[in-house]
């Protein structure tokens, strides 16, 4: 297939270079900073540009620009028809619903691949769930089937429950990531390296494959030791002993919530 | 060596496992509980006992009762003369001194292993880092020596910075935990499984060994992206509410700050 890139941030340059390893062929880069257009295409054969008017009719078009960023570029594109109306238009966010691309592609769906992107670093996207949501059963046929050259693990998700996933991910991802970035900052304070918590983090990450993570939970809070806790708040600056009160106490109050589905 | 585990937790259990598997002797298994005493002495080929009182002389006693409990089997064992005050004691609580031990019994060191242990999961000890503080340098060198026979990853740490290492330990392993959990039950509540999240999650948590957690951040919080934070924030009960506002605070406030020490 040929495939147009609408954007070049992480998202895109991991999805560009996975599909183009794949054997897809990525014709254009679009980025509204040339430079940034320049570097993914540089990396995957592609022509780089930063005027939507200059893109060409492709297969089918991936939409990966700032969420707040990608409706303007679709009414853009339609209204000045720099594309067909026609044109297969797949984006790439978890939180926008399919109907605000299919307002302006009728063809078009959603491509939304569950994992979280770093500049400098390669991710294996071969069993990160892609969730699509397509406008027609054709569209959806292409979408999973462009999904599948990647990863071994596609999903058709509608809009609402794709919504639900994604504010769970803020919790399991960003939000796990910023108890390590507090972590980190304890230890930077008394000059210890983050390092020596990295078995601890992996080991963490790795229970949760096995069991769920309420019956994993372990340390002060789910012990009740309130001796423990006291002498932590005492050491703890009144941002961070503000989150390890609240916390704590969600613990406390997950630990005794008999509603709490347990299904893995 | 020949060792006696005072407890028999799943901190007890897996550090016993691991040195049996190298070859030391367990002699005895101590809980207040025979029945629990029983289930670990059985797995090592030890002999379980519930009176303090049947205790015999061995090399050294690893202490790992629960630690408001750990005083008071010192206490217990010292004043009534069960094993002689010369015994090697050394216990494995992160937020217990050294000096508090050493009360009781002067050949005495922190053994403390920074890991997460759950009951029905093995874990690998190999590389988890122990942290040791000892009475003596004869102490020191036999604690250090008996943790190297589980782990290539041992470190001399003094009581102070051992227990600012249980805070992070906080915060990157109990609180991401509690992270994981409160995206399990906001998919629970849609029937989605949490197994969706786990690509995501071990990437998350493999990420940081190659880069700085605030540099790793990703997400709403970190983009500023007030729109789909409003939008999060009205699909979420207040406790959950409450928790996503003040995390994704802390995320704006740390990549602000430029007085965090990235070391590694």
Known sequence: MNVTFLGSGNLATHVALALKSAGETIVQVYSPNFEHARELAD?????????????????????????NAQETVWQNLSSNGYIHDSSLMFHTSGSIGLDEVRKYFKRSAVFYPLQSFS???????????????????????????????????????????????????????????????????????????????????????AKIEGMHPVDAQTGPAVRGDMNIMKAHLGRLSSNYAEIYSMVSGNIERMRDDTNIKKQR
């Not at 995957?44 to 078009?61: F, H, M, N, R």
């Not at 960003?174 to 078995?199: C, E, K, R, T």
């Open 119 to 205: 500049k400098h670093r390669a991710v294996d996207l071969s069993d990160a769930p892609f969730l699509i949501d397509a406008s027609s059963k054709e569209t959806e046929e292409i979408a999973v089937s462009l999904a599948h050259k990647i990863s071994s693990n596609v999903s058709i998700m509608d809009s609402e429950k794709r919504k639900v996933v994604h504010l769970a991910a803020v919790f399991a991802s960003n939000f796990a990531n910023n108890m390590y970035s507090i972590a980190a900052d304890i230890l930077g304070q008394d000059d210890i390296p983050f390092s020596i918590l990295a078995p601890l983090i992996r080991e963490t990450a």
């Open 43 to 67: 990396k995957v054969g592609a022509e780089p540009v930063s005027d939507l008017s200059c893109l060409k009719q492709t297969d089918v078009y991936i939409s990966a620009v700032k969420d």
